[in-house]
């Protein structure tokens, strides 16, 4: 199962980043999402899968065959810490189109390398963060 | 003892708290963020006085026994490291301490600042690979509210490459981090360390450290990733660039350090092609420096040229380069903050960060380039100040490791380096400004601003004239970090149920 | 000798203070400090002179070996005295000069600067340590040049001064490192000549160093920066670009001379250069109409000629050497002042323009003529007694030394001629025009002409003064063989002689046919001076366009190609070396079976995202989207992982609410029309790295699982962890450290987002209403309850079976939600009874707060406590878990209510 889970893992990985390639900010956000499922998907499996019970102990005792907890712990961490990105990914296109009224990727980034424009005179006295 | 320990995380999560609850006082917030910082730095340096003593310092968060729970250890390099972080912070806090932003950006700049701090400081003394990835998402989410802080147009098209970029280096981290475990069974450094120790990591592993290493590679702004940092560390607010330019880059250099030294303790063929790497990143480094005619440009390549010199430490690995190393990550995180405060100072004086548009500064506010001379000497290598020294050990360190490209390429761009940092003073302080003497305005900040700007200025002509305790230091930690046996017994020592 | 040239730079720092109240008086005061040092050294004389060297040392970076040690011996000392005797004047001279200049005490303050580390420089023992002071020089020197800085020319003369002696600076640091390795010490007294000259480095070593002292001493081809320099206002020049900067490299070439000599080429190469240089100069001089360029062009003649005698190392060159090193920094200190007096007074320093001003300026005509007569090598004044034996020296060396014999009679002639043109044209002859009614000028301006010119003078009629007290020491110091010194103004008629009066005839020559020699050279020159300084700007120019062109490829501003260099350079590197351990895996990997529903859970998965590549509409993308993830939901759940695949349906759901609702606020995008060769470059990029990504799984995933982690976890999590739920008690106790910097992202994440997706409800705005159908409130309402109750269920019983904290918390925010889509957000935000904000700081304090309290109890941070009221066990991985549910929920609360708040567009 680790092979397929592998194959599954690369696959996603690739579609991942071919949405990413693709320039537009809508697409790229999807394409981290699917990144992030990628990614998630070879935290659980680096535990190895072969288990036949879920990983809850009785007073009796561990019984064998229970899957690797550790992995489940980290991915549920990751998990969660990827929504976080990803609203604040969302939050970020969000405000990029609103400054710069295009949902081309490059359009806006190129943006960055334009000349520093010069601080305005109001502004003597203040420190802007 | 334990709180000690534990202190350089806890004291910024427990100001970020106290800020958040308190958001709607502004004059609260601000005073609670110094103290906080201040309370960082001096943790740090109490750390750094306990680990000066010989022993690396470790414990177990929740007292679990070692290598299944998460160990915090601090080797002096660590303890040095939480030192100036605890230091630039309080610089930053100090130089945006008064703000006349509307509504609740005030806040949220000290919020998101302790929260990097938090971040920072997590992943210095953090022995376990998987908490390292937690604490570089705290500090990467702070940094990513802290870029983007402010809006505008520029500032949000830097924001956008910096989110994209650094979202997908982290995402390979994780992913690397779990194939470690998967290849290894353990998260654990020390258990990391005693594997490669033993010749027990097996081949299996190499692959998944590679793309770990390449992660911290993309952080550090190594050749040829580096792309991301020219493109976005210019567009953020003066405070929030120079926080970026002295921490953020180091965070990838100190773990590339660590994890090299604990899982290949031994010189190989990484250490080759890291060499190669690293001259790479200083000659490209500062020729796009050469190439720039913006203040913060020009400095944002210089970070990438820089770090390939304390790179260049790490890949000779002798014991006098490894000293090398953290000598130039000490000595670098508080040049490179101290620059970015004075170029603000100096832009908003000015009117603007273009060398074009700018001069008259020596004449009109010596102490101003008084404040920029120290630091950019020390970045160009000119002695007695810090940077003559750290670049000094790294080059004696390439000629007696007879690594002769090396050394001439340290040394090239060190001259480069020199002419940058003259060409910024010709036309920023020396010139005289385009406009005339009305150019200049009446006051570029508040007096915290002065304050932190001479104290981290105070800071580099100290350790360079007292190389010598620093030196020792130095030495002493990269002994530790050449044998991680010390780390490992630390560690698996603590008890535990 | 510390302490000497730390006085020296306490007065640097209090110089400019004292220029503000005492303006161009400071002066007197300031000159006090080099006064000191000078009569320090001149008490010195008898102890150095008897040949025992002064010695002092402290520690400075001991790991490194470097310390500051100074040695005072014959060499040092002579230089100690030029510079501090030269310097006092100097900065009499300097008061004068610049009396109106705004900036008078940053001159003061950078000249003392200066002084004091040249003093480092001849005095330092260390290698590093004389290094350090080597670089102060540079320093200090820029500062110097580019005092006018208001003029682009001073700016452009400095940086290409700092530039190119700073720059080979590094050169000689690297020569320095290498000979300290190499000799076995970092001391010049203790330096192995041996050793070093049977090194296989010692080419580089010698290389290096020569390419550091060449430039400093402005040695062909380095020479360039020297007549430039000259926009320094003069007293810069006379005391830096005569006396003491430019001898810095021969000092060091000096004092390596014992160790170096003999050995390889090192006599060869100062003996070719030294000449070539002096030649070079002389012609170059002789060329120029501005006085004090022509000196500054002798200034790169003479230091020539010393490289030159260093080389001969023979008895009568190396005298020559210290007598010549004397009898110069004295002459032309002079000479440089009073050309600037001349020029403070005249307003020009054009020969043409100048004549007869020994009318004017008797004193400085006196002084003027002094030293040109020790220039021109007239006895009987010192510079006679330098350049016989300077002839003496060349002769001594046989036929090679014939050839530079001849070179040098030329240039010395040269030197004469200069001598006389700046002391003839200047002061006799008939009147010249000058722009301002010249005068003599004050006490502080012809002192120092005066007394240098006198000591050459003096120097050269009592010459056994200097024999005995001065030159003999210093040849010692610079010989590798003891030499026998005697100084003398006649010895009988030798070649030297012979030489001197040829010299002396050709010199007068020239000066009366100067006009005719200046074009015959005019004709060869006019190539020569131009590319000597368009060299620099080409190459300047060159750097920059090299630099832009490196630079250009990672300045594209492009998100796309940042992005595919990045993938492409980690699919590449992974892939180099996971690929052989991959196949190796595939044919060995102990693999588990393959179940059907697992396979058949990441088949939806890949149809998802498949889906979300193919299709167009923006809804049947989210909801491919959002099928992709449901799917791996489902293989959570097929290998055994509840809580995960909870986790996931929930984050997946709540992902799937803010992508539409953000969604809805950005327009329909058209499909960006790609090139055939961009497609199949994403292509590629895309698999490649998917092929890395599975490579590296592969290979890491091998072996069997190391180690014993999960089985200590699942036997020790009820026992000690009072836990059934291992993956829980892994999360708020085994380690919890990593949960608690968890939720601090997610609230960064939440206080980051939330001013972006919206700005908070404005007073006057209208909230966000919810459905108007009764119907559908009425359903919702106890569905709502429902979920925040089955939310504190799932929190409770966490511990033991699926739940926890975190799932508690996206159920609560789902059924919030809910509230908000059929009320309205007024309605949700009454339901929260408090800032989201605020919810979350609570959450991350009690979550803090329960490991604090461990500490309180003396143990590590998150230790658990536990007690037991009632047979319950309760605990603080309880309250950590409470914690982590609040700052969780408060902070998608956070999120979801400002995008639902934000006004539509």
Not at chain 2, 141 to 167: D, E, K, P, Q, T
Not at chain 3, 283 to 297: E, G, N, P, S, V
Not at chain 3, 387 to 401: N, R, V
Request: positive net charge.
């Amino acid at each position: 199962m680790e092979i397929i889970a592998a194959i599954t893992t690369g696959m996603l990985a690739a579609i991942g980043i071919w949405l990413m390639l693709s320039g537009n900010l809508v697409r790229i956000l999807m394409g981290v999402v699917v990144l992030g499922n990628a990614v998630n998907l070879g935290v659980v499996a680096s535990g190895r899968l072969g288990s036949s019970q879920a990983a809850f102990t009785t007073m009796e005792g561990v019984a064998s065959g229970m899957a690797n907890p550790l992995p489940q712990a980290l991915v549920l961490t990751a998990i969660v810490i990827g929504f976080a990105l990803l609203v604040f990914a969302l939050a970020v296109a969000l405000r990029a189109h609103a400054e710069h009224d295009s949902l081309i990727a490059d359009d806006i980034t190129r943006e960055a390398l334009l000349p520093a424009p010069d601080l305005p005179a109001a502004d003597a006295g203040e420190i802007r963060t | 003892m334990n709180l000690l320990l534990v202190s350089p995380v806890l004291l910024p999560m427990t100001t970020f708290i106290l800020c958040l609850l308190l958001r709607q006082h502004r004059g609260l917030v601000a005073l609670i963020s110094a103290l906080g910082a201040a309370g960082l730095a001096l943790a740090g340096l109490l750390l750094v006085g306990l680990a000066s003593q010989g022993e690396v310092l470790a414990v177990q968060m929740g007292g679990w026994q070692a290598t299944y729970g998460i160990s915090i250890a601090i080797d002096r390099l660590s303890a040095a490291m939480v030192a100036i972080t605890g230091i630039i912070g309080l610089a930053t806090v100090l130089y945006g301490l008064r703000h006349d932003e509307a509504g609740s950006l005030a806040s949220d700049f000290h919020l998101f600042v302790q929260g990097l701090l938090a971040g920072v400081a997590g992943a210095f003394i953090t022995a376990d690979v998987f908490n390292l990835y937690v604490w570089f998402e705290v500090l990467l989410m702070a940094s990513f509210a802290l870029i983007a802080l402010g809006g505008g147009r520029r500032r949000l098209a830097g924001a956008l490459s910096y989110v994209i970029l650094n979202l997908v280096a982290t995402l390979l981290f994780l992913f690397a981090a779990a194939m470690l475990y998967g290849a290894t069974g353990t998260l654990n450094m020390a258990g990391l360390a005693s594997l490669a120790a033993t010749g027990m990591l097996g081949d299996n592993a190499q692959a998944a450290i590679v793309l770990m290493l390449f992660a911290f590679a993309v952080k550090a702004a190594l050749f040829p990733v580096f792309g991301w940092l020219p493109a976005s560390y210019h567009v953020a607010g003066t405070a929030v660039s120079a926080l970026f330019a002295g921490l953020l880059t180091k965070i990838g250099v100190y773990s590339l350090i660590r994890i090299v030294t604990l899982v290949w303790p031994q010189a190989g063929l990484a250490h080759e092609v890291l060499l190669w790497v690293a001259c790479a990143t200083m000659l490209v480094g500062v020729l796009g420096a050469a190439a720039q005619v913006e203040i913060r440009r020009i400095l944002s390549f210089h970070i990438v040229s820089q770090v390939g010199y304390m790179i260049l430490g790490l890949a000779l690995a002798s014991p006098l380069a490894l000293a090398g190393a953290v000598f130039y990550l000490i000595h670098h995180i508080v040049v490179k903050a101290n620059l970015f405060f004075v170029g603000g100072l100096a832009a908003r004086l000015v009117g603007s960060e273009r060398l074009a548009a700018m001069g008259g500064l020596y004449a009109r506010r010596p102490w101003l380039a008084i404040l920029f001379a120290i630091p950019a000497l020390s970045l160009a290598g000119i002695p007695p100040l810090s940077g003559f020294w750290a670049k000094f050990i790294l080059v004696r360190a390439s000629l007696e490791g007879h690594a002769w490209i090396a050394a001439g390429v340290a040394l090239l761009t060190g001259v480069f380096t020199l002419l940058s940092m003259s060409k910024i003073w010709n036309e920023a302080f020396l010139k005289p400004h385009p406009d005339g003497t009305q150019g200049l305005r009446a006051t570029a900040g508040p007096r915290s601003a002065w304050i932190a700007v001479a104290a981290l200025a105070g800071i580099t002509v100290m350790i360079g004239l007292a190389a010598g305790p620093v030196m020792d230091y130095a030495t002493a930690a990269a002994a530790q970090l050449g044998n991680p046996s010390g780390y490992i017994q630390a560690i698996t020592a603590q008890g535990g149920h | 000798m510390l302490t000497g040239i730390l006085g020296i730079l306490a007065a640097m720092l209090v110089a400019p203070l004292l220029a503000k109240r005492l303006d161009q008086r400071a002066a007197w005061l300031l000159a006090l400090a080099p006064l000191a040092a000078f009569l320090w050294f001149v008490a010195q004389v008898p102890q150095i002179a008897s040949g025992v060297p002064l010695r002092e040392s402290l520690a400075w970076v001991p790991a490194l070996g470097v310390s500051l040690s100074f040695s005072l011996d014959g060499l040092s000392l002579l230089f100690a005295l030029l510079i501090s005797g030269i310097g006092t004047l100097i900065v009499l001279y300097a008061g004068s000069y610049l009396s109106d200049h705004h900036q008078l005490g940053r001159f003061y303050a950078y000249l003392l600067g200066f002084m004091a580390a040249m003093l480092g420089v001849v005095l330092a023992d260390d290698l590093i340590g004389m290094f350090v002071f080597w670089e102060l020089t540079s320093i200090t020197s820029f500062l110097l040049i580019s005092f006018q800085h208001e003029k682009p020319e001073s700016r452009r003369a400095a940086l290409q001064a700092l530039l190119i002696t700073g720059g080979d600076g590094l050169a000689l640091l690297a020569g320095l490192i290498l000979l300290g390795d190499t000799g076995g010490s970092w001391s010049f007294s203790t330096l192995d000549s041996q050793t070093i000259q049977a090194s296989p480095v010692f080419p580089a070593i010698a290389v290096l160093i020569l390419l550091g002292c060449f430039t400093k001493s402005a040695q062909f081809p380095f020479h360039i920066w020297l007549p430039n320099a000259m926009n320094a206002p003069t007293p810069v020049s006379a005391y830096l670009h005569s006396a003491t900067m430019v001898k810095a490299g021969i000092y060091l070439l000096a004092r390596l001379n014992p160790i170096f000599g003999g050995g390889g080429g090192w006599d060869g190469a100062l003996m070719l250069f030294g000449a070539g240089t002096a030649l070079l100069g002389a012609i170059l001089a002789f060329r120029q109409t501005d006085l004090k360029r022509m000196l500054a062009y002798t200034t790169v003649t003479v230091p020539g000629q010393l490289t030159m005698l260093l080389g001969t190392n023979t008895s009568y060159g190396l005298q020559a050497f210290a007598i010549y090193l004397l009898a110069h920094s004295l002459y032309k200190g002079a000479l440089f002042m009073a050309v600037g007096s001349i020029d403070h007074a005249t307003g020009t320093r054009e020969t043409g323009y100048l004549g007869g001003l020994i009318r004017f300026m008797p004193l400085t005509g006196a002084a003027v003529a002094l030293a040109a007569f020790s220039n021109a090598g007239l006895p009987p004044f010192f510079g006679f007694i330098a350049k016989e034996f300077q002839y003496a020296g060349l002769i001594e060396l046989g036929p090679l030394g014939w050839a530079i014999t001849a070179v040098m009679t030329i240039t010395n002639a040269l030197l004469l001629t200069v001598a006389g043109i700046v002391f003839l044209r200047t002061f006799l002859g008939k009147q010249g025009r000058y722009p301002k009614t010249p005068h003599e000028v004050g006490v502080a301006m012809w002192l120092g002409p005066m007394l240098l010119a006198l000591a050459g003078f003096a120097l050269g009629v009592l010459s056994d003064f200097p024999e005995v007290w001065l030159i003999d020491a210093a040849v010692q110091a610079i010989s590798y063989g003891p030499v026998a010194v005697r100084l003398y103004l006649w010895g009988g008629l030798t070649p030297a002689v012979v030489t001197s009066l040829l010299t002396v005839t050709l010199g007068v020559l020239f000066y009366l046919n100067s006009h005719r020699v200046r074009n015959a050279l005019n004709l060869a020159r006019a190539l020569w001076h131009i590319k000597g300084d368009r060299l620099w700007d080409n190459l300047l120019h060159g750097i920059f366009r090299l630099a832009a062109w490196l630079a250009t490829p990672f300045q594209h501003g492009s998100l796309q190609r940042h992005l595919a260099l990045l993938v492409g350079v980690a699919s590449v590197i992974s892939l180099a070396i996971a690929a052989p351990l991959a196949l190796h895996g595939l044919r060995d990997m102990q693999t588990s079976p393959i179940l059907p529903p697992s396979l058949g859970s990441c088949l939806l998965t890949l149809a998802g995202a498949l889906g979300v590549c193919f299709l167009r509409e923006r809804i049947a993308q989210i909801a491919a989207l959002s099928l992709s993830g449901l799917g791996l939901g489902l293989f959570f759940l097929t290998v055994n992982a509840p809580d995960v695949a909870i986790t996931q349906i929930m984050v997946e759901t709540l992902s799937v609410v803010f992508i539409a609702l953000v969604l809805r606020r950005l327009p329909r995008s058209r499909r960006q029309p790609d090139t055939a060769t961009r497609r199949a470059l994403r292509l590629g990029i895309a698999a490649l790295f998917g092929l890395a990504i599975a490579a590296v799984m592969l290979a890491s995933l091998g072996r069997p699982l190391q180690g014993d982690i999960a089985e200590w976890f699942t036997a020790h999590s009820l026992p000690l962890g009072h836990g059934a739920n291992v993956v829980n008690v892994i999360l708020v106790d085994f380690r919890a450290f990593d949960t608690l910097g968890e939720i601090l992202v997610v609230t960064l994440a939440a206080l980051a987002a939330a001013p972006m997706l919206g700005s908070g409800l404005r007073p006057g705005g209208t909230a966000q209403r919810g459905f108007e159908s009764v119907l559908l409130q009425q359903t919702l309402k106890p569905f709502a309850v429902l979920m925040l109750l089955i939310a504190l269920l799932l929190l409770w019983r966490g511990h033991n079976l699926p739940g926890g904290g975190f799932i508690g918390a996206l159920v609560a925010a789902c059924g919030v939600l809910l509230v908000a889509l059929g009320f309205g957000s007024r309605a949700a935000k009454g339901v929260l009874r408090a800032e989201p904000a605020t919810l979350s700081g609570l959450g991350l304090a009690l979550a803090a707060g329960a490991g604090v309290i461990g500490l309180l109890r003396g143990q590590p941070f998150l230790s658990g406590s536990w007690i037991a009221p009632g047979g319950v066990p309760l605990g603080s991985p309880l309250l950590f878990d409470v914690g982590v549910l609040l700052a969780v929920f408060g902070a998608v609360m956070h999120m979801l209510l400002r995008l639902l708040d934000e006004k539509e567009a």
